[in-house]
């Protein structure tokens, strides 16, 4: 009896484990279908990426939330103390920190050789953080809070050294890197221009969210770092063609103008007017191929990781279009520049069958789709506009005690430059203006249509009386007047400055005289200048709209 129940057991046993053995091989040849081998790749690739663009959406949402310390802060001698009690007010992504370094101490403190492509990403990454170091540790003593904020730019230096030793210290880089860069959205909120900071800064924090990621799993891949990083990339660029696409911008074919907008605000302001327009002139004849380069490389970021050789070209045609905007009107994106060569050197570096596997055609579709939807996850600036003949700025000019008068330098105000060089100041002006006629451009097609015709300065008043609005804001001009009257008053009292301060966005140069402490500051008027190219002539003339008394 015991002998048969144990040969139906056996027999029992055996149906199962034939039913598990057919089970299995059905899996296995589900696995090895060609379509399945084909979709395998892409989803791995999708969760990897998804994976790490959560990681890093997180963690730049919380390096600017946390970093944006408030105005009195900034009045302080130490930034870092106000970060950390900021940092503490929200103790959850500390303590998620706290673990990880507990759990994976070990991966978190791994070297630069452990990585893979460690070398490049050594290399790539010091270069990003070389950059920051220098464009926000020797800027100029800020006279508005009175503050030189020396041991936060000490620090900061200091994190970008040991970022060549250790990818860890990028963390604490980023976070007061982001502190330094907001006590200049003060008094002026939300007028700081991220424009040409923005695309590399993003660049380290999709690093440093891709070098915790790998802590946290113990991984060592570089692939999806720099998957990311050229979809990133590519999407800045991507954004401002689809944006001149929507603007049908190669049906204003005035781009110019920028030439003589560019020397309206100081682009090569010492040559002559005359020089400029012949200039202009010139240029005009190859406005429609310089559109079409122009898009041609915009809208090819969607197709940039293609190949390998494609990803390199289209790469070099970036920095040849940025070349060419900075010889054109002065506008430097050499953050960007470096970043692209940067790029292009890994890429070259990597062609062989070792290479970084990220140009497959599983890479390729999803690029697409992160290109194309990254107005969801990356959120650029499309840069889009028309140009046209007709430029407002802004002068700064300085009375000193003996009544004399200077022109006052936009880079005195260190990153306050921008500012005083890049905006409209139509809430200045009580008086009917185009609205954001930034740089000579306009987003309006009529507008710049009307512009386009005008050849004097009384039709494009007529312009501004018939398509103007009022922009006119008291109490944010009180805070510009506020601006001005501290940054100075604080500067003729201690004159300090900074002589080795990183180049900065906008290359211009103000016309003599130029003040150069040559005597305390006592007012400063404010003149809106307007610039007009017509019929081979560049005119300007000039408003006093207001006037700020600097306090003794």
Not at 143 to 153: A, E, P, S, T
Not at 362 to 386: D, E, Q
Request: with cysteine; hydrophobic share 55%.
């Amino acid at each position: 009896m015991g002998g048969r129940r144990c040969d139906a057991a056996r027999a029992n046993h055996r149906c199962k484990f034939g039913e598990l053995q057919t089970f299995t091989e059905h899996r296995l040849e589900i696995f090895s279908h060609p379509l399945t081998a084909r979709v395998k790749p892409l989803i791995e690739i999708c969760a990897r990426a998804g994976v790490l663009l959560v990681v890093y959406f997180f963690l730049e949402r919380w390096l600017r939330q946390t970093s944006h310390l408030p105005a009195r802060d900034y009045a302080q001698p130490i930034l870092a103390v106000g970060l950390v009690w900021r940092i503490a007010e929200n103790p959850l992504p500390l303590l998620l920190f706290g673990v990880l370094v507990i759990t994976r101490f070990r991966a978190l403190a791994r070297p630069w050789r452990d990585l893979e492509h460690g070398a490049e990403l050594r290399a790539l990454i010091g270069l990003l953080a070389g950059i920051y170091a220098w464009t926000f540790a020797a800027y100029d003593y800020n006279f508005y809070f009175n503050q030189g904020h020396w041991l936060d730019r000490a620090w900061l230096i200091g994190f970008a050294v040991l970022i060549l030793w250790r990818p860890i210290f990028l963390l604490p880089f980023l976070a007061l890197a982001f502190t330094l860069i907001w006590q200049f959205d003060y008094p002026l909120t939300w007028q700081f221009s991220w424009t040409e900071i923005d695309l590399p800064l993003r660049a380290l924090v999709l690093f440093t969210a891709a070098f915790l990621l790998n802590a946290a799993t113990r991984e060592r891949r570089a692939d999806t770092f720099l998957f990311l990083l050229l979809c990133l990339v590519a999407s800045a660029y991507w954004s401002a063609g689809v944006g001149k696409l929507e603007l049908d911008w190669l049906a204003h074919p005035y781009l110019y103008f920028l030439l003589p907008a560019g020397y309206a605000h100081g682009w090569l302001s010492f040559l002559d007017a005359n020089l400029i327009v012949t200039l202009t002139q010139w240029l005009a004849p190859f406005t429609l191929p310089l559109m079409l380069f122009t898009l041609v490389v915009e809208l090819g970021a969607l197709v940039a990781l293609w190949r390998r050789d494609v990803t390199i070209w289209w790469l070099a045609g970036c920095v040849a279009m940025h070349a060419g905007i900075l010889l054109v009107c002065g506008i430097a994106f050499w953050k960007w520049i470096l970043l692209d060569a940067a790029l292009i050197l890994i890429w070259r570096k990597n062609r062989g069958a070792d290479g970084l596997p990220i140009f497959t055609r599983a890479h390729f579709f999803i690029s697409i789709v992160l290109i194309a939807g990254s107005s969801i996850w990356f959120k650029p600036v499309p840069l889009a506009w028309y140009d046209t003949p007709i430029t407002r700025t802004i002068r700064l000019e300085a009375i000193g005690a003996s009544g004399a008068a200077y022109v006052l330098p936009s880079h005195l105000f260190s990153h306050y430059a921008d500012l005083v060089t890049f905006s409209n100041f139509g809430w200045l002006d009580p008086a009917r203006h185009i609205p954001n006629q930034i740089w000579g451009v306009t987003m309006n097609n009529a507008m710049a249509r009307a512009l386009v015709a005008v050849k004097s300065f009384e039709q494009f008043e007529a312009v501004e009386v018939e398509r103007g609005s009022g922009e006119f804001d008291a109490p944010r001009a009180e805070l510009f007047d506020d601006l001005v009257r501290r940054f100075l008053a604080n500067r003729n009292a201690s004159a300090r400055g900074v002589s080795f301060q990183a180049p900065g966005h906008l290359w211009v140069l103000p016309r003599p005289p130029v003040y150069a402490d040559q005597e305390p500051i006592h007012r400063v008027r404010v003149y809106q200048v307007t610039w007009l190219y017509h019929d081979g002539a560049l005119d300007s003339r000039r408003q006093l709209i207001r006037e700020i008394s600097i306090a003794e």
